[in-house]
Structure formats: structure tokens, C-alpha cells
């Protein structure tokens, strides 16, 4: 193990301003994620759960955003994919778990919508469609109601590259400009719009369509988890300061199929897909954290078998939770015919 701090690369978390524990924290979140995903392939495999989207190879962006913000005040709508993210701000891997298995306690809908339709008034993440990007309005919807009310938070949104070329995105974008509202828009672009490869749909990249509505828009790595953190934590920083909106493009790769449902490998190579299993940015980080002396292999271990005893502890607990009753069909149709959202 080499010593702590011996190249300046090495104290990058540092110099950031997080702590040990808190880079180990990160690593924590994004094996935890990871963890949830290889459990939720195989239930699906298995038949135990009908419906599955991967967040594999994202990880890194979603939880390095998440620890830029603040996980007590902002307001957060995330995409189908940031299991990460949901996870950093509170949400459990039983809550995660309930909603794969469609079970009655599911906190994201009560067993109502499909698996990676997040939300919980508890943690202030609200609750998303499966049309994409509808998100972003919303975010800024709430951007500007903080902004109305003087208080000091933001919102966070995140998509992916092929839902940007929709109008809610432009609106969205467009009113935040022109209002100057404190909202991050972040997207995760995966490189595949599920079988449409990025080449195919964008002449040029999103961030600098930030531009055209007058906000700074930058390009990050999204496989390098303090690249991101130090990206949204500068921008959540000017939007805190009353500067506008920041857009971020985090470059990431859908290292998985689109869904359970898809073949991918009828649209792209295993090479492909292989070469950038080596820019996974999971393992990049732990060697980071082995390189800094603050991480060993002995402590990784211990790490996935953690992670690995909660998946499989969340996933009998869900497995045995009761589903939704029948007539519970009828709750949230009307105003005032149900229990208040957790």
C-alpha cells in the first residue's frame, strides 16, 4: 500500500474538501448501487420480479452529484436510472427492493409504477413519469417557487442524452435562463438512446447548447466521481449565489442492456461494450483509494459482503411483503381518497 498523500493526484478528495471517510463514503454509495443492480438482473432472470433498468456504469456521476448537494434542503428528479443517487439521499435498499417487486409498500408508489420511478416526500425527491424528460420543467417548477420564497436550495434534475433533443428539455432550459433560477440540469449521457447510438442523434455536444439560454453549460467525466462532485458542487455554489442555472453533460457508458427487455448486442459489439467496461469508473475509484493509503483490499471485501448481506436481506423482505390489495386500485384518483405520500 502506498503512502497517503504521496502525489498530489492522490489528495484530490482533499483538496475538494471531503474527508477520508467521506471518499470512502462515496465509494461505499456507488458499490451499493452496484450491488442493487446485480441482485435485481438476477431476480429478473430468475422471474421473481417482472422488470428491470440498469444504472450500471453511471454510478460514479450519480453519486458524486449527490454529494455536492445538499441532502437536507435541495429537491431532486432523478431519471430511471439513478439508483446511486436515490440511494446517497436517503432512500434504503429494502425501499429500492419493495418497488422492484411491485409490493404494497413500496414508498416510490405503492406498488403502482414501474421500478425506477422514484419518489419519496420524506427525502424531497419528486416523483417522476415514464415520459422522459418531463422532469426538467418540473425541476425548474420548483426552482422557481424556491427562488419566490427566498430560500436558500436547489434542484437537481438528471436525464439522458436522447430525451434532450425533446421540448421539455428547451422550455425548461429556456424559462431557468431567462428567470436565472437555481436548478441544476445534469445528463448522463450513456451513448445510447436505447438502440439509437449518440452519432445518430446529436451533431454536437448538450452542454453547449447551455448557450443559447445564456447559463454555462460544461462537459464532465463521468466515470471520475470527484470530477463530477467538484462539478455540481460549483455550480450548486452559483445557483445558491443567485448566478442561474448550470448544465452538465457527465460522459458515461450504458454498460448493460437498455432494460431486461433489450438485446443490445443487436445494435452494438461485445468489443465495444467490453473496452469500456475498462473505463468503469467504479474500480477506477477504488484504485484511487488504494493509491491514497486510505483503502485496502481486505477492506473491500468486507465492503461487498456488506453490501451483498443487505441486498439479500432487502430482497427476502421484499419478497415476503404484501402486494398492493385489489381494491387499493381506487386510492389517488380523486383528491383527499388517500394517505398522505411518506
Not at 2 to 21: F, M, N, P, S, V
Not at 90 to 113: H, I, V, W
Not at 286 to 295: A, R
Amino acid at each position: 500500500m502506498k503512502a497517503k498523500g504521496t502525489i498530489d493526484q492522490q489528495t484530490r478528495h482533499e483538496q475538494l474538501g471531503l474527508t477520508d471517510d467521506q471518499a470512502i463514503e462515496l465509494y461505499r454509495y456507488m458499490m451499493m448501487a452496484r450491488k442493487f443492480d446485480e441482485r435485481c438482473l438476477l431476480l429478473q432472470r430468475a422471474g421473481k420480479i417482472n422488470f428491470h433498468v440498469s444504472g450500471v456504469g453511471q454510478e460514479a456521476a450519480q453519486v458524486g452529484a449527490a454529494f455536492a448537494l445538499d441532502r437536507q434542503e435541495d429537491y431532486f428528479l432523478p431519471y430511471y436510472r439513478d439508483y446511486g443517487f436515490v440511494l446517497s439521499v436517503g432512500m434504503t435498499a429494502r425501499e429500492l427492493m419493495l418497488s422492484a417487486f411491485a409490493k404494497a409498500e413500496d414508498p416510490n408508489s405503492g406498488g403502482r409504477q414501474m421500478p425506477g420511478h422514484f419518489g419519496s416526500k420524506r427525502l424531497r425527491i419528486v416523483t417522476g413519469s415514464s415520459p422522459v424528460t418531463t422532469q426538467v420543467p418540473h425541476a425548474v417548477g420548483v426552482a422557481l417557487a424556491a427562488k419566490m420564497k427566498r430560500q436558500k436550495l436547489v434542484s437537481f434534475v438528471t436525464f439522458g442524452e436522447g430525451s434532450s433533443n425533446q421540448g421539455d428539455f428547451h422550455e425548461g432550459c429556456n424559462f431557468a435562463g431567462v428567470h436565472k433560477l437555481p436548478v441544476i440540469i445534469m445528463c448522463e449521457n450513456n451513448q445510447y438512446a436505447i438502440s439509437v447510438p449518440v452519432h445518430k442523434q446529436l451533431s454536437g455536444k448538450i452542454s453547449d447548447r447551455a448557450l443559447g439560454y445564456g447559463f454555462p453549460g460544461l462537459r464532465v467525466d463521468g466515470n471520475d466521481v470527484l470530477e463530477v462532485y467538484a462539478a455540481v458542487k460549483e455550480a450548486r455554489e452559483r445557483a445558491i449565489n443567485g448566478e442561474g442555472p448550470t448544465l452538465i453533460e457527465a460522459m458515461v457508458y450504458r454498460l448493460a442492456p437498455h432494460s431486461t427487455s433489450d438485446n443490445d448486442l443487436a445494435y452494438r459489439t461485445k468489443e465495444e461494450v467490453d473496452a469500456n467496461w475498462e473505463k468503469d469508473g467504479l474500480p477506477r475509484y477504488k484504485q484511487y483509494l488504494l493509491d491514497c493509503g486510505i483503502w485496502s483490499e481486505q477492506q473491500d471485501e468486507e465492503l461487498q459482503k456488506e453490501c451483498t448481506q443487505i441486498m439479500k436481506e432487502a430482497t427476502e423482505y421484499a419478497d415476503n411483503a404484501p402486494y398492493p390489495r385489489a381494491e387499493d386500485t381506487l386510492l389517488h384518483v380523486f383528491a383527499g381518497d388517500g394517505e398522505d405520500a411518506q
